[in-house]
């Protein structure tokens, strides 16, 4: 089965991989003991392995979460505390940034580690700006924003504060996020605010007033609005998104989640993830074809810790829905860390012993955010065999295939384009981002993720 680039279909620049720091650095980082197999401190390498080029898997993005205060409070119905924030806000302009030092300290070894892009996001608003004193609604509380528009504009200020503290710190805040997953009630289990489409627009606009004012911030760009599934809304937020000036200005991209929860509802194409995206790429081709999709949060909602290919194999496959047919510019995981008996994160910890378990995903992610450089060309490409999914990108005449295998058995493929010996790097049940150096012709084992670079 042949392969075939073709560099005549250019889809635009891909900027890289991302993932959360909530709600594990919070706790991580204040793990100064030592591993033993690197030598350093564990929330040193935990970093090092998210985020090194050299010893991890480069991911560019880290997303740091500017909290609501519960922690502080104890407000609310929030049984974890780990998804419990802290908050730099003192009230009266007042702030105390030696607050959520271990979250912030994992920020800036991300950074070092080499992040180059660290985008801010809030889920709630701080506490005393919300109207029921809460970083959510209370049970009984249904369809109904948390933050009155009295408060938009001290909500602007406080976030545009932090992000001058972290811009003036040196750190490199690209980007705001004000506003997330909107479209749920948010009634408990973490912080979250609801969000009509047209408050959220409203709210956007404030923030992009503002940091339009302020110099420090002329680099840092908005994001948003993160709906929580691709089913819902993302036409009505977009829409009222770019229906001011001053946001259009600020935000060079439309942010969304790409989750799409099943649901038992017997109507035909309901759980259709695909055609969802599709639509919307579509509408979106329409309205707005300039505008950038980032795709900002996804995790793989299923119970229990799952360590194999098989979870791996579904988050690979929806990073190649999400580029191939939404062309997306970048693709960000949830949380990079998980203590929870959950499919959500690329490396697992131990709270009990303070130790940390790898994943496939975490690899498997490896294919992708370690090979495909900033600022590649998504080009078209062509296989024969329908078994396979296949991306492809070339930034300085240097070709980067990912070859995704779901299927049980091997598949044999030729490059066409290849004229000499190929790197092929290798996630399979037996492999974990194995280098090797193979001819045109490769066999793509069983379950697999492969990034083949000529």
Known sequence: MKIRIDTSVKRGLFEGFGASGAWWAQVVGGWEHIDEASGLAVRDRISQLLYSKENGIALRTYRYNIGAGSAHSGNGNIDNPLR??????????????????????????AAKDGADEIILFVNSPVERLTKNGWSHLGKNQIMRDNLAPENYEAFAKYCLDVTEHFVDEGLPVKYLSPINEPIW???GGQEGCH??????????????????????????????????????????????????????????????????????????????????????????????????????EWCHMKGGRDKTMDSALVMANVIYEDISILNVSSWQHWIAVSEVDYC???????????????????????????????????VGVKCDNGNLKVLAFRKNEENILIVINDTDKTE???????????????????NDLAEKVADKNIEISAKSVNTIIF
């Open 344 to 378: 959500d994160g690329l490396i697992y910890i131990n709270l009990g012993d303070k130790t940390f378990e790898m994943t496939k995903r975490y690899y498997a992610t490896g294919n992708f955010s370690k090979y495909i450089p900033f600022g590649a060309e998504k």
């Open 412 to 430: 044999n493929i030729t490059l066409e384009d290849a004229k000499e010996s190929v790197k092929l790097v290798v996630t399979d049940m037996d």
């Open 84 to 109: 419990r924030t802290e908050s730099f806000d003192m009230g009266a302009g007042k702030y105390d940034f030696s607050r959520d030092a271990n979250a912030v300290y994992m920020m800036k070894q």
């Open 195 to 296: 969000y009509s489409p047209w408050a959220a627009g409203r709210v956007m606009k404030i923030f992009a007033d503002e940091m339009l004012k302020r110099e420090k911030l002329r680099d840092v760009k908005l994001s948003g609005v993160e709906s929580g599934d691709v089913r819902w809304f993302n036409k009505s937020y977009t829409h009222a998104l770019m229906h001011y000036k001053s946001v259009r200005e600020k935000i060079d991209a439309v942010d969304v989640h790409s989750y799409c929860l099943p649901l038992p509802i017997p109507v035909k194409g309901f759980n259709d993830r695909v055609a969802f995206i599709t639509r919307y790429r579509k509408w979106l081709d329409k309205h707005y074809p300039d505008l950038e999709v980032r795709m900002s």
């Open 185 to 187: 009630i948010w009634n």
